[in-house]
């Protein structure tokens, strides 16, 4: 072979084939200035520390991708991250639907037929026995649910936890899966401050508002759930945006409630009530044109306690701009 021969240290191949300078990382110098070259870790460069001329950036970080702030096993890189919301919280793998390759071109019937049947045999695998079974069923519920009343995330999650905890007591036998994932999901609401009335989940939910209390409560009382009394406040902002009433409206609801709390008027009484009250009653002092109908379609609230509720509050807050 002729030619010229070449150091392998020197030159090196890139992927389009052309040849480069030997890699500036292995540079102890800085050829500009001849000055020491620092690794910034943080940033994944390497550059002179007299002239700051950058050598090499972008570099690969092989350290842990988590930090740690348990005695748990330590998780190093790869996969996303552990959750509660999935039957084997995340670590198993999912075969998608679409009979399609990696360009979007459709599969042969043979290669559909083999998809099929890998389908088939992942999910009898990543749902052993029946415990995983009822798991995986009620988390499905659960996002089910949240998703169409708009929970977020913590919430979610939380409510895969109280499950999760249900099921390692045995406290679901005899008991159906649909009642026992909306009243964790309820909990779950309430302890992350964004509640819903029971109303809003039966609506939601495959089961009646008598089953989901009762799973409440004797969740509550088995698990010895510390769940604090639910702030009509809370309830403000999904009534608001329900309702589309403006800003200074909902400013105004929130000041005549904590008004009424001031004069321990929220002692003993709905909170979803209250809200949707104080936002009738604010409505009415920016000349909103909201009714006590439309209130009570938009949060489940009856008119007569919105009606008995809203002159209460409004005489509260009166009472306290006057002093």
Request: with cysteine.
């Amino acid at each position: 072979m002729t030619g010229t021969s070449v150091d392998a240290t020197d030159q090196r191949t890139t992927r389009n084939g052309k040849r480069n300078a030997a890699p500036e990382r292995e540079r102890s110098e800085c050829p500009e200035c001849t000055g020491r070259i620092a690794d910034d870790e943080e940033r994944g460069e390497r550059a002179c520390v007299d002239c700051g001329l950058v050598l090499d950036a972008d570099g690969i970080d092989y350290g842990p991708e988590w930090r740690r702030f348990d005695d748990g096993d330590d998780r190093r890189r790869v996969g996303a991250p552990v959750t509660a919301r999935k039957h084997d919280k995340g670590l198993s793998t999912t075969i998608g639907w679409q009979d399609e390759d990696a360009y979007g071109n459709r599969i042969s019937g043979r290669k559909r037929r083999r998809l099929q049947r890998l389908r088939t045999w992942n999910e009898r695998f990543t749902s052993k026995n029946a415990g995983e079974r009822n798991l995986k069923q009620a988390l499905g519920e659960i996002e089910r649910m949240a998703s169409a009343l708009g929970l977020p995330d913590p919430c979610r999650e939380t409510a895969g936890v109280i499950y999760r905890r249900a099921l390692d007591e045995e406290l679901l036998p005899g008991r159906s899966i649909e009642a026992m994932a909306t009243a964790c999901l309820y909990a779950a609401a309430r302890q992350q401050g964004t509640p819903r009335t029971l109303v809003a989940f039966a609506s939601v939910s495959r089961v009646e508002k008598l089953p989901v209390q009762r799973a409440y409560r004797y969740l509550s009382s088995e698990l010895g759930l510390k769940i604090e009394p639910a702030d009509p406040i809370h309830y403000l902002p999904q009534y608001a945006s329900e309702l589309g009433v403006g800003d200074e409206t909902e400013r105004l609801a929130r000041k005549i409630l904590e008004a009424a709390k001031d004069r321990d008027l929220h002692s003993g009484r709905s909170p979803a009530g209250l809200a949707a009250a104080a936002i009738y009653g604010a409505g009415r002092l920016t000349d909103e044109g909201l009714t006590q109908e439309r209130i009570g379609e938009e949060t489940g609230v009856s008119g007569v306690t919105v009606r008995n509720r809203y002159r209460e509050l409004l005489d509260a807050y009166g009472a306290t701009r006057d002093r």
